[in-house]
């Protein structure tokens, strides 16, 4: 069974500049969720999909931080402009779904991103 | 903020040897998970115990959950090189919106 994909692995930008990411949960997995990851944390919730709805981006910052998910597949996740303090790893990761309350997430392998 | 808080934050130990992480968490919960996480991996989620649950196994993992004193073990029996990782709890608070709150993780070293 294929995974939770992510792309680009790594990025490096400059502070002000723009940088999207992107995700592809596993197939049927209705949830999917991104996550920020600083360097010595655990990972924060950023925000949560339902199919193309959103459940919950209470933690999203939303003046520099926006997420779509297309037709309730794919997702992506664009910071605009980057500031020092996003240098984090992007993880994204998906479930089956609100109706299935012991399924576990699937993560992706993360976008470990650089802002100079 | 962060809900969970791990103990200790980083602990090593021989191989062999069993490794025992702590886990405490602030708000009521309706489950709570462990995870892995190495380089080579990713997160990789191990264990999930329900509140109404006090134990659960799973190969060489044991989790407990006292939701009276708000915290969860996990125990790591016969450790391997391969365990070397760090391990998260993740609490799903009780509206059931599936929705993980990770401490910071415990950084355990298994030295062969």
């Known amino acids: 069974e294929a995974g939770v994909a992510q792309s680009p692995r790594y990025k490096i930008i400059e502070k002000r500049q723009s940088v999207a990411f992107w995700c592809n949960p596993i197939?049927?997995?209705?949830?999917l969720y991104w996550y920020q990851q600083i360097l010595g944390q655990g990972p924060k919730l950023l925000i949560q999909?339902?199919?193309?709805?959103?459940?919950?981006d209470s933690q999203l910052p939303k003046d520099r931080f926006s997420a779509e998910r297309l037709k309730g597949v794919d997702s992506t996740l664009k910071i605009q402009p980057a500031k020092l303090e996003d240098s984090a790893v992007y993880l994204c990761?998906?479930?089956?779904?609100?109706?299935?309350?012991?399924?576990?997430?699937?993560f992706g392998p993360g976008t470990r991103l650089l802002v100079l | 903020s962060q809900q969970g808080e791990e103990d200790p934050q980083a602990l090593s130990i021989q191989e062999g040897e069993n490794a025992t992480m702590n886990c405490s968490y602030k708000?009521?919960?309706?489950?709570l998970q462990w995870y892995r996480q190495n380089s080579g991996r990713g997160l990789v989620h191990l264990i999930l115990?329900?509140?109404?649950?006090r134990e659960k196994h799973s190969g060489r993992l044991r989790v407990t959950l006292d939701t009276s004193k708000k915290s969860s073990s996990l125990l790591i029996t016969a450790s391997r090189a391969a365990d070397t990782a760090s391990y998260f709890c993740?609490?799903?608070?009780?509206?059931?919106?599936?929705?993980?709150?990770f401490g910071q993780g415990t950084r355990l070293t298994i030295n062969p």
């Open positions: 990761a998906s479930s089956f779904g609100l109706r299935f309350p012991k399924s576990p997430q699937y």
């Open positions: 197939s049927g997995h209705a949830t």
């Open positions: 999909f339902q199919n193309n709805g959103v459940v919950d």
């Open positions: 708000t009521s919960i309706n489950n």
């Open positions: 115990i329900r509140s109404n649950e």
């Open positions: 993740a609490t799903d608070g009780i509206q059931g919106a599936q929705k993980l709150v």
